[in-house]
């Protein structure tokens, strides 16, 4: 089970944009905590520069300081395709055409095997999808064709989830899957009359914390072009259903509270969950608690429809990473014990509702269930604001079989007896 990936691409006429890139990226760390990159153009050539880590760790204040250039593309990765090793890391480079292009991909392609055999590729696990789009983009411009025009015939070959920035000399493009399956909005700097730059981005945070202002999320099939003197849009792909596929696990785990998507803040969205939850599965209480972080918005909606009080009966550790996206079953269960500790004058002889965003495996649950006993809960009554999570995704959550999915062979109350509550 592995977490999509964050892009990032800016435009600011006249200033360095590495350090705004820097921020975004920050902004987006939770969709990816792999590695971490960044492409910049200025004196008509492509800098990249990435590598495992987080953001912090891949670029110090002197790197940022001379990558020189007002066009960027930056990137957060947690791999779904491909190796996790330095070479797998994004932006991904090919040197075609006048100053080469870099390429950033937040999603998961299901037929590259089938595209690299067309284009005689061999597609082993170190060539990511991301980089099989990047050779195929480039092979289409080392054949007279422009960058636009290459994007619109490799995406209509391209099948799955796909939201990317490229950057190509003095250009950024941003372009979003026919679902729509993957986030991607675009804002200004300035005033709408007089705007100093723009950014895409996958979430809006990543817009606020630079100071830029959200105008609009992109459409399915939607490419955005920006240059030094405002952006253009066009639809290059057509829409696949009459309905957005934004992919769910958005609104429940992988977004930030404070990102706006479809229009909603996504911490309303999950508070107006628990309060459906209320409503649909009440419970006798004393105490409701949610699991830090994406759990807690639900909580406070269980909350406020039950009138049972709303506490706090976990704390967070805020330097643990994201126990989902850690890369094998024994890591998770030890992430816990280092992530979590109980508040236990709260949880003591209490009788706890507690509201988690989902079921994965079970693994995290189960853990958290048996240290509120421990810290002497009377009764843990679980509630799940996501429905139970049964079918894998092969669109950038990367759930390869059934096998690790608890609610695929088992009801809800087998999977509650399972964890203990």
């Not at 493009?173 to 005033?191: E, K, N, T």
């Amino acid at each position: 089970m592995k977490e999509a990936c964050g892009v990032v691409g800016i435009v600011v006429p006249g200033r360095d944009a590495a350090h705004l890139c820097y921020d975004a990226l920050y902004a987006l760390q939770h969709r990816g905590q792999e590695s971490a990159g960044m492409a910049t153009f200025a004196d008509r050539q492509i800098t990249v520069v990435k590598d495992n880590g987080l953001v912090s760790h891949v670029f110090a204040d002197s790197t940022l300081r001379a990558l020189h250039g007002s066009h960027v593309i930056g990137h957060t990765r947690y791999s779904t395709s491909g190796s996790a090793n330095w070479t797998a890391a994004q932006p991904v480079f090919r040197a075609a055409g006048a100053s080469g292009f870099a390429l950033g991909h937040n999603g998961n392609l299901t037929n590259t095997e089938e595209l690299a055999a067309e284009a005689g590729i061999a597609y082993t696990s170190m060539l990511s999808d991301s980089d099989l789009v990047a050779e195929l983009i480039a092979r289409e411009i080392e054949n007279g064709s422009t960058m636009r025009a290459a994007l619109e015939s490799v995406l209509a070959r391209v099948e799955g989830a796909f939201s990317m920035v490229i950057l190509d000399a003095d250009t950024v493009y941003a372009v979003r899957d026919g679902f729509g399956l993957r986030p991607l909005c675009i804002g200004r700097f300035g005033s709408a009359d007089a705007p100093s730059g723009w950014i895409a981005a996958s979430e809006s945070p990543a817009l606020d914390v630079v100071g830029a202002v959200m105008e609009r999320e992109l459409r399915p099939g939607e490419l955005v072009t920006i240059t030094g003197t405002g952006w253009t849009s066009e639809q290059i792909l057509a829409p696949r259903s009459e309905f957005e596929k934004l992919c769910i696990f958005e609104f429940v785990y992988f977004a930030r509270p404070d990102a706006y998507l479809l229009g909603h803040q996504v911490h309303t969205t999950r508070r107006r969950m628990g309060e459906q939850l209320a409503g649909e599965h009440p419970v006798v209480a004393d105490l409701v608690m949610g699991v830090p972080d994406s759990g807690v918005p639900a909580a406070e909606g269980f909350a406020k429809a039950s009138g049972i009080p709303f506490g706090y009966g976990l704390v967070k550790n805020r330097y643990i990473g994201r126990n989902f996206i850690a890369p094998d079953q024994d890591k998770r269960a030890a992430g816990v014990r280092r992530k979590f500790n109980p508040l236990r004058e709260n949880i003591e002889g209490q009788r706890l509702v507690v509201v988690d965003d989902s079921i994965v495996r079970g693994t995290t649950t189960r853990a958290l269930v048996a240290m509120l006993r421990d810290a002497g809960a009377a009764e843990v009554h679980l509630r799940i604001s996501s429905p139970p999570f049964a079918w894998p995704c092969f669109y950038g959550i990367d759930t390869p079989t059934r096998d690790d999915l608890l609610a695929a062979h088992h009801t809800v109350e087998e999977m509650n007896t399972s964890i203990g509550s």
